[in-house]
Structure formats: structure tokens, C-alpha cells
């Protein structure tokens, strides 16, 4: 548990008072996380915390809505992932690559440029009795990929570019995204929209609740 307990005190370095604690996913409850304790610090933080917390971004310590919609459709669809190669993208806390592993994939790389995002990632898989594989460049990696799920990664419009470069890089992509409101790429199709909310819950606007999921053709 030295890994877990390194992850703790990161984040009680960054935020006083806050820990990771293992957490059932309400919209996907096969699934438990180590995430953000629900009572996190939620008064007006120091000047110096919001600053260590801007300068090391914590968004490992939450399952977002998008990614919480994602692995919950892969547990319903296991026929996507069977015994293939995925790859999650901006993997987070882990949980679209624990859902893929949990419904068949053959191997799943759990991706992200965060440590310790890959860092609670391997925790979390472990939590939940399986094994992934984690990687921290996207474009060193070899062989070919069957599936790239990627999920909450269009926050920014600076990544749009990866929808396109996923379509060179796989045969098949998986998108959920709640905060693009505008989604206009032909080469993807909607094929489901679910609400569902950030854990802990963050009290979202209505429209960062709402997730659609899109399937490359």
C-alpha cells in the first residue's frame, strides 16, 4: 500500500484535510474508486492552496461524469471491448480502462502524461481485481490498437486535433464528452446520451451533466 499511501500524502501536501477514500460509483456501481473524500475542503481556500492546486491539477481524484457514463456503457456493451486491445486516453482515475478490463478487453493500456494519474489508476485496478497496462506517451507505443476510449478529454478545444489523430491510430474510437456543446466531426456518430454527475459531486450546471457518447464509422 506505499503507493497509495505516496498518493495521500500528495494530497494532503496540495489540499490540508483532503484524502482518497474508496468510493461506489453511483452511475456505475460495479466499479469503486479511490477518489476525493466527499466532505472534501469546500470553504474559500488560501491564497497559497488554490496556488499549489492550480500549479498540480487534481482532476485524478475525481470520476467525471463523461468517464462515469463511459465505463458504465462498456459494462452494458461488453461485445466493444471483447478480447480486444484498448487503449484508454487521458485515463484519470482509471475508471473507463478498470471498465474495459472488467468487461473482456483482451489488454488495456491505461494512458495519461499525469503520474499519478497513472499512479491511482494502477490502485484503482487493483481495487477492483484487475490488471492494466500503463503508459505515458501516446505516441510511443507499438502495435496496433484496436479501440481508443478516451473520455472527458475535450474540456479544451486545444485537443480536438485527437479526434482525428485516434482515427489514424486505431480502428475503432469511443468518445463521451458533457462540455462540448457543438460536436460536428462526420467521422463520428452519437450513439447515446445518459445525465449523470462528477464524483464527488461538484454541483455541475445541468449542461456539464448531460454526456454523449460517440462511436467512430
Known amino acids: 500500500m506505499t503507493a497509495l499511501r505516496n498518493l495521500q500524502r500528495h494530497l494532503a501536501g496540495i489540499i490540508p484535510g483532503a484524502r482518497l477514500e474508496p468510493t461506489v460509483l453511483p452511475g456505475c456501481p460495479e466499479i469503486c474508486l479511490y477518489l476525493l473524500n466527499a466532505d472534501y475542503p469546500q470553504e474559500a481556500l488560501a491564497a497559497s492552496t488554490v496556488q499549489r492546486v492550480m500549479d498540480n491539477p487534481l482532476y485524478w481524484t475525481f470520476c467525471w461524469a ?48 499525469d503520474p499519478f494519474a497513472l499512479a491511482v489508476t494502477e490502485r484503482n485496478a487493483a481495487l477492483n481485481g484487475v490488471r492494466v497496462q500503463l503508459a505515458s506517451d501516446f505516441d510511443s507505443l507499438a502495435g496496433p490498437i484496436e479501440l481508443i476510449t478516451a473520455a472527458d478529454v475535450l474540456y479544451d478545444r486545444e485537443n480536438l486535433p485527437w479526434l482525428t489523430r485516434f482515427l489514424r491510430r486505431a480502428d475503432e474510437v469511443l468518445v463521451a464528452d458533457s462540455r462540448l456543446q457543438s460536436f460536428n466531426y462526420p467521422a463520428y456518430s452519437e450513439i447515446a446520451r445518459q445525465v449523470s454527475l462528477t464524483v464527488p459531486d461538484l454541483d455541475e450546471s445541468p449542461e456539464f451533466r448531460e454526456v454523449r457518447v460517440y462511436l467512430s464509422h
Open 66 to 113: 463523461s468517464g462515469q457514463v463511459l465505463g458504465a456503457h462498456l459494462l452494458r456493451h461488453p461485445e466493444r471491448v471483447a478480447d480486444r486491445r484498448v487503449l484508454d486516453f487521458g485515463c484519470g482515475s482509471g475508471v473507463v480502462s478498470i471498465a474495459a478490463a472488467l468487461a473482456g478487453a483482451g489488454e488495456v493500456i491505461a494512458c495519461d502524461h
